[in-house]
């Protein structure tokens, strides 16, 4: 079975750090692009960043200078460490797999989806 699980979301206050995992199994990550999205109450799907598999990177703006994005191919996983966390970052974080290896920030362009987790930037 082909997927990809997203873990590492939680509860944080403002100005702290998360760290997301995009595990994928029943296929090998490496030759993929890999994009964060996230989605807010009541608000579109946005992209947050990407990367491809050469390790070159894309970042919203929203995500310069606070999140920075990395692969384990060891380990057939990606990362997101988001830091400086505001409230507006709240939303749930989906990664997703782009066979094509693009590395582009449109939703379209990504085939295969995890379930997406939480993250709360809450005082």
């Known amino acids: 079975q082909l997927q990809l699980v997203e873990s590492g979301g939680g509860l944080v206050q403002p100005g702290g750090s998360l760290r997301l995992s995009c595990a994928a199994s029943?296929?090998?990550?490496?030759?993929?692009?890999i994009g964060w999205f996230r989605q807010a109450p009541g608000k579109e799907r946005e992209g947050v960043s990407c990367i491809k598999s050469g390790g070159s990177a894309l970042y919203a703006d929203s995500a310069k200078g606070r999140f920075t994005i990395s692969r384990d191919n060891a380990k057939n996983t990606v990362y997101l460490q988001m830091n400086s966390l505001k409230p507006e970052d709240t939303a749930v974080y989906y990664c997703?797999?782009?066979?094509?290896?693009?590395?582009?920030?449109?939703?379209?362009?990504?085939?295969?989806w995890g379930q997406g987790t939480q993250v709360t930037v809450s005082s």
């Open positions: 997703a797999a782009d066979r094509l290896d693009l590395g582009l920030l449109q939703s379209y362009n990504y085939d295969r």
């Open positions: 029943g296929f090998t990550l490496e030759y993929y692009s």
